[in-house]
């Protein structure tokens, strides 16, 4: 993982420490209420939130070759993305931001991010798609849709999904973030 630190405005994006995992899940915790709530029904989301009390951060956390990254502004965490490069493309999940701190720029930061610490040539994210708010973001992103599919949240939790997917350009990543990426991480 690239020790790099960006910055939009306010908020900085660097990568996930083993000390966030607190913070993530109340992140997390809040995401979820504020996105699912309507979209999966409140059975879902009470399943997924007691299986994030009883596991914590690990069910999302970065694993044998995946990496994660978190915006902050003010010492907190304000969002999260995780990705792992497969086959020339990177697989993102874990891409959440405070409400209320959406609209700010956080996941266009968080975004480049993931593009500049990617080996991949492609992003790949699995959006549901009944949550709007998410298809639009990506869309303007950039992101085009390339398929559909029933996504397993977790066990018996099931839901249709929209794949997305966007060529990196990095000519896109900001300057910046770009410049105090490759020191680190070797582009």
């Known amino acids: 993982m690239s020790n790099a630190v960006a910055e939009v405005s306010m908020y900085s994006a660097r990568p996930i420490l083993n000390t966030d995992t607190g913070n993530l899940v109340e992140l997390w915790r809040q995401t979820w209420i504020a996105t699912y709530t309507e979209s999966?029904?409140?059975?879902?989301?009470?399943?997924?939130?007691?299986?994030?009390?009883?596991?914590?951060?690990?069910?999302?956390?970065?694993?044998?070759?995946?990496?994660?990254?978190?915006?902050?502004?003010?010492?907190?965490i304000v969002g999260s993305a995780i990705f792992a490069d497969r086959g020339g493309t990177a697989y993102l999940w874990g891409m959440y931001v405070s409400p209320l701190h959406q609209r700010g720029g956080v996941g266009t930061l968080l975004l480049e991010a993931v593009s500049s610490a990617s080996n991949s040539d492609r992003l790949e994210i699995r959006v549901l798609s009944a949550i709007e708010p998410a298809l639009s973001f990506y869309t303007k992103q950039g992101f085009k849709i390339t398929g559909q599919e029933e996504?397993?949240?977790?066990?018996?939790?099931?839901?249709?999904s929209l794949i997305m997917s966007l060529k990196i350009d990095r000519s896109r990543i900001s300057l910046g973030f770009l410049r105090s990426a490759t020191g680190i991480i070797g582009r």
Request: with cysteine; aromatic share 2%.
């Open 40 to 76: 999966l029904g409140a059975d879902a989301l009470e399943a997924m939130l007691s299986n994030l009390d009883a596991h914590g951060a690990s069910a999302l956390l970065p694993d044998n070759g995946e990496q994660g990254y978190c915006a902050v502004v003010d010492d907190e």
């Open 151 to 160: 996504t397993e949240i977790m066990p018996a939790i099931h839901a249709n």
